[in-house]
């Protein structure tokens, strides 16, 4: 499967961005999708994951600005983002692995990952 991040872009502070990863090769239904980011000198983290039965876990501080929501006949899931933070910003990827239900926020267990799509916050 190959995965097409998009939607990223500058963004005032406060503002909302929703990012896409679509999907290609294959049915996206039974894939489990995070998000994950990276910011320039930092570890990458995860963001928020929804599995192929629809399971949603964010990282706790982006719980009620950032929602995660998949549209397989559309084969894509999307990231909302609102009131977005200077901190906010980075590369943001997302990753699919099969049926995967358990360890959603660990970048190790996905197999596949797109390239990923900048996303720029200014003060």
């Known amino acids: 499967v190959q995965l097409q991040a998009s939607g990223g872009g500058l963004m005032q502070a406060g503002g909302s961005l929703r990012l896409s990863c679509a999907a290609s090769g294959r049915t996206f239904g039974r894939d489990s999708v995070a998000w994950f980011r990276q910011a320039p000198g930092k570890e990458r983290e995860f963001v928020a994951a929804?599995?192929?039965?629809?399971?949603?876990t964010y990282e706790e501080s982006l719980e009620g600005r950032f929602t995660i929501s998949r549209d397989n006949a559309k084969n894509t899931v999307y990231l909302q983002m609102n009131s977005l933070k200077p901190e906010d910003a980075g590369v943001y990827f997302c990753?699919?692995?099969?049926?995967?239900?358990?360890?959603?926020?660990?970048?190790?267990?996905?197999?596949?990952w797109g390239q990923g799509t900048q996303v720029t916050v200014s003060s």
């Open positions: 990753a699919a692995r099969q049926q995967l239900v358990a360890g959603l926020r660990l970048g190790r267990n996905y197999d596949y």
């Open positions: 929804i599995s192929w039965r629809n399971y949603i």
